[in-house]
């Protein structure tokens, strides 16, 4: 089956502990992006990548760290959580090199920095 | 700064009824514009996208008003039914890199 997925799908964690959100999607798609989901502020784009080896900054990349060594994997990697990094996050792919062709998501993870 | 405005937060329309979600944005450089379906617990799914160079788009109940000198565009959505219930977010982009999401419209269509 064709999908992007992520895990965890739900992670509490604390100040400064680093962590890892793995996404991974078999539709061996070039462009894969993150996004955060915020109640009134909607999705706003962390990072992307537009092929292995190619990534750049979203919107709102502070804080926030990704790799893309593989074309199926693009983890995002919070170095030190803050508070305000608690959100959920969402993967997505997309077929072509640039993004304008079917964005595929992931189902989300629901990250809690405590 | 939000670099696309979405109105109106929320909208109830009746079953059958016409729901209309609109967009604006400033930044002329922007050359995609789709929408995205979102249900509870799920990711957003592409709905419909245009294009600058056309000022519609329809995709059976779903059409995209795009104006360009005016710098907004619009979701209007037909015979509206419950199970269109969801959130609506509107999107921009330039040359499919960068992503600005509108910060969503709940949608309500009550039977």
């Known amino acids: 089956e064709a999908q992007v997925t992520q895990n965890p799908r739900y992670l509490i964690t604390v100040t400064g502990k680093k962590l890892t959100v793995t996404c991974s999607q078999n539709?061996?798609?070039?462009?894969m992006s993150w996004y955060r989901q915020d109640p009134g502020l909607g999705l706003r784009q962390i990072y992307y990548?537009?092929?292995?080896?190619?990534?750049d900054k979203g919107d709102v990349p502070e804080g926030y760290k990704v790799s893309r060594k593989e074309k199926r994997n693009f983890p995002l990697i919070l170095e030190s959580p803050s508070p305000n990094q608690t959100s959920l996050y969402f993967c997505?792919?997309?077929?072509?090199?640039?993004?304008?062709?079917?964005?595929?998501f992931g189902p989300g993870t629901r990250l809690t920095v405590l | 700064q939000q670099q696309v405005k979405q109105s109106p937060q929320s909208l109830i329309v009746q079953k059958g009824g016409i729901s209309i979600i609109n967009c604006a944005y400033e930044?002329?450089?922007?050359?995609?514009f789709p929408w995205y379906q979102q249900f509870p617990g799920k990711g957003p799914a592409l709905l419909i996208a245009?294009?600058?160079?056309?000022s519609e788009k329809k995709e059976g109940r779903f059409t995209i008003s795009f104006n360009k000198s005016a710098k907004q565009f619009s979701l209007h959505i037909m015979d509206s039914q419950p199970g269109d219930s969801a959130t609506y977010f509107c999107?921009?982009?330039?040359?499919?890199?960068?992503?600005?999401f509108g910060t969503g419209t709940s949608l309500t269509v009550i039977p």
């Open positions: 997505a792919s997309t077929p072509d090199r640039e993004g304008t062709d079917t964005q595929y």
């Open positions: 539709m061996n798609h070039e462009y």
């Open positions: 990548s537009m092929n292995v080896e190619v990534t």
């Open positions: 930044n002329t450089a922007f050359d995609y």
């Open positions: 245009i294009r600058p160079d056309v």
């Open positions: 999107a921009a982009s330039i040359m499919g890199n960068q992503f600005y």
